[in-house]
DNA sequence: CGCTGCCTTGATCTTCTTCAAAACGTGTGG
DNA sequence: CCACACGTTTTGAAGAAGATCAAGGCAGCG
């Protein structure tokens, strides 16, 4: 059963719906915006998190959902989606262990942007959108981290929005390549693997294209050596070579 | 001299490269993140902030310039953009009185990563992005404002990756020109005035598109009686059809 | 062993860009 | 006040990139 596994990306553990005590405090002390907490004050932070577990591909909330609770991840991978009426989606980002999502906002409407959807097995602590506020206004530092990450992400964006409204498809999906090796890429002997089961599909939202056309070019990369790929896994073979299709030298 | 000028966007006041001391405490009280500060603390925060004015098309500061201030518009207009290898250049946002832009971030490059660029008689006050990270530490209220904003742009800026990657050219122009009124838009008798000078590069530059798509785009709704244009100015007559153009309904 | 999803590949067609040139508006200098 | 010159806008025709439509192939799973 497991000796014919084709794919090299290894299942998340088995840890089931639950996050272990230690899991979460560990979650919590390592995220960006706690660093340089006593460890107390985060002891008290963690007893304000609910948490909860998600099967593969189930839906954490819906764009619309008038709730406001701002969401870590604890383990497994999320994806940040937006549909548009025509039911063509656009993936806007995964999420890794560590990295937060959801509504902290306290003005504008109460519901969710995106769609957050679980990739993977995947553990959430969450956290009420007032509360939160209430810990960055103790914890200046706290609100300080979040400047910056936002920050990041912002700028994350403008890039994303610099790449779909200049660079040919092809660029796209190399960019697209790199930023998912960048973030969830592990050393293996196909070269820097994409650590998670990741479809044309979803390959072709995140680079705004179709699924036909990121087939067709990941099928182009992988002749010409750039890249190795199966059933739902890419592993980058040749990053430097993609990056210059991607800034636009081939 | 002023009799024959044909554009019903009003230019802006002749004040020069310096803003009054009154118009800087009042755009200041005026800040969204200063709003519910004690005047006096406000006073002391004023001092901190340099101000300068910029000449219309006059670049305030080139994405990967090596400096960290954040900057507030006081009068004027601002382009925020990003430039490609191929010198297309992507317009990101346009900034009104009263919103910020630049660096404020502790972490990462040193550098912007857009481009600003007054695009009318602008008059920006700035401060050391240090100092303003002192403030936020020292007044929370003014951090939480700032990640509410932030939020407010990191949506918009994904609102604007799914236009771009699931829309057509004429959709995400009717889009463009309905942000643009949203912001800048003011009641004429031409219809919703969008009050800055806006050329069809302009237009182009935020949808995505060729300045002949756009100008092929923008003729197509002036004689659908949608719009109406000249050089340089656009006015939005029908925005409800504009609106189901941009939503997909035409 | 066959079913169900993913992935691939080909042919066609639409959309948008590119290239080219002309028309127009605005401000300038005569 | 007029005419010229420049930058903006418009329009046309050809071309390319990618979407769409349509089959067929392959892997994993029951």
Not at 9 to 26: A, G, K, N, W
Not at 88 to 114: C, M, R
Not at 231 to 250: H, S
Request: net charge negative.
């Amino acid at each position: 059963m497991v000796s014919h596994r084709r794919t090299p990306v290894e299942p998340e553990s088995i840890t089931p719906h639950l996050c272990s005590l230690d899991l979460r405090l560990h979650i919590l002390k390592g995220l960006p915006f706690f660093a340089g907490l006593p460890e107390e004050d985060i002891a008290g932070i963690n007893a304000r998190f609910h948490e909860r577990g998600y099967a593969p591909g189930e839906t954490i909330f819906y764009a619309g959902d008038p709730v406001k609770r701002l969401y870590v991840v604890a383990s497994g991978k999320v994806k940040l989606l937006r549909h548009t009426l025509s039911g063509q989606d656009v993936l806007l980002d995964i999420l890794a262990p560590g990295e937060f999502f959801g509504n902290l906002s306290a003005l504008g409407d109460d519901v969710y942007p995106d769609t957050a959807q679980a990739q993977t097995l995947t553990c959430a602590l969450s956290i009420e959108a007032d509360v939160f506020r209430q810990i960055m206004a103790a914890y200046p530092a706290v609100a300080l981290a979040v400047v910056d990450i936002m920050n990041e992400r912002l700028r994350a964006a403008h890039e994303m929005m610099r790449q779909l409204s200049a660079h040919t498809a092809e660029q796209r999906i190399a960019h697209t390549l790199l930023k998912l090796g960048e973030k969830l890429g592990q050393p293996a002997d196909v070269g820097l693997l994409i650590q998670m089961p990741l479809s044309r599909e979803d390959v072709a939202a995140m680079a705004g294209a179709t699924v036909e056309t990121a087939s067709r070019t990941l099928s182009q990369f992988k002749k010409a050596g750039l890249i190795r790929s199966g059933r739902q896994w890419v592993a980058l073979a040749d990053p430097d070579r993609l990056r210059a299709i991607a800034e636009g030298d081939a």
